[in-house]
């Protein structure tokens, strides 16, 4: 395995060097890989040519930073592809900081994928480094180019996208066709799986997002007030017609302050809203105290359960998979805000 390895990797440098000669030569044409309207990325970069796996012969190797990009991948790839994942259950991307070990599993991978949007925040500069030399691609890329309207970019954010697109099951389903159009570009022969894997994946995300809107509708709209650790679920409440409430800013790294925590138990106090939830990655201390200053009111609010936001759930568990994790989340809201 390790000769035939070899000379693959020659051949592919080979390949490298005529695509990036040929891509100085050729006009682009329009590309024959989209998703569902969703294009692959346009590139200069000699390691992002069209076809560079052609011919290797075994699956994908793929790191993927977090669990949720994992998810697609591998439902996208089926066995055309080995997916490793960085960030396990629990672990907060904005905060997560690479390892050597880390390092070196996306310096071995074939390709990586990663969500964008600021979300991996100190691993920005090794994911760049990296696409030097591996298509390093991140998911929400057919988002900010094809797309930016549908992006959330509030004032709070100071110029910054929202990075928490998975919490729209819609949008997720935009970034799966990327990830299909990207994997049909860049490995050609293995395409129509990818194709028939993404349209299967599609139908289960379409019915997820009509079961999340199903079951938020059944709260009464006054009581649809959803206060959490951070401000992750913005797309969520712009979804399914929720308001979103968060003590942090957009990144956990944010503090939250008197002036919001006030605000926040008078809103809950003069809604009488009944519970407010915690987070699986972060930390619960805001959200206690400001069960606490309820309790002070005289309003009696409790904590609605826990919500995964940033990260999935334990690996083989019903929440360690994308669709799990969200119906996680829906069975929960819809519980503790009825």
């Known amino acids: 395995m390790r000769d035939r390895d070899a000379s693959w990797g020659h051949a592919l440098w080979e390949r490298l060097l005529w695509g990036g000669v040929l891509l100085l030569l050729v006009a682009p044409t329009g590309c024959d890989h989209a998703i569902d309207g969703v294009a692959p990325s346009a590139t200069d970069s000699p390691v992002e040519v069209d076809g560079l796996f052609r011919g290797l012969g075994r699956p994908l190797r793929v790191v993927c930073t977090t669990a949720q990009v994992a998810d697609i991948v591998k439902n996208v790839g089926g066995g055309d592809v080995e997916v490793d994942t960085l960030m396990g259950d629990g672990v907060d991307p904005h905060l997560f900081t690479a390892t050597a070990g880390d ?16 979300l991996e925040g100190r691993l920005a500069d090794t994911l760049h480094d990296l696409g030097a030399t591996k298509p390093s691609i991140a998911v929400t890329t057919g988002l900010v180019d094809q797309e930016p309207e549908r992006l959330r970019r509030p004032a709070e954010f100071e110029g910054m996208y929202d990075p928490h697109v998975w919490l729209d099951v819609a949008l997720w389903h935009r970034c799966a066709d990327y990830v299909a159009a990207e994997l049909c570009r860049l490995d050609p022969e293995r395409a129509e799986g990818y194709r028939q894997r993404a349209a299967a994946y599609g139908s289960e995300l379409n019915a997820l ?12 709209v006054r009581q649809r007030v959803m206060v959490t650790a951070h401000d992750a679920f913005g797309y969520f409440g712009r979804a399914y017609d929720v308001e ?4 942090q800013g957009i990144s956990t790294a944010d503090e939250a302050d008197l002036v919001t925590l006030g605000a926040l138990i008078d809103l809950l106090v003069e809604r009488g809203v009944k519970a407010v939830f915690v987070e699986s990655s972060v930390s619960e201390k805001y959200v206690q105290a400001l069960v606490e200053g309820c309790a002070a009111r005289g309003h009696d609010v409790r904590i609605g359960g826990e ?10 568990t019903p929440e360690g998979t994308y669709v799990g994790m969200v119906r996680h989340n829906v069975d929960t809201i819809a519980h503790a805000l009825k």
Request: some cysteine; overall charge negative; aromatic content about 8%.
């Open 103 to 118: 390092v070196h599993r996306l310096r071995a991978a074939d390709l990586i994928f990663y969500n964008g949007l600021h």
């Open 209 to 220: 997002d009509e079961e999340c809107r199903r079951q938020i509708a059944e709260i009464p």
């Open 244 to 247: 979103v409430r968060g003590l």
């Open 307 to 316: 919500l995964y936001s940033d990260a999935m759930g334990p690996d083989g």
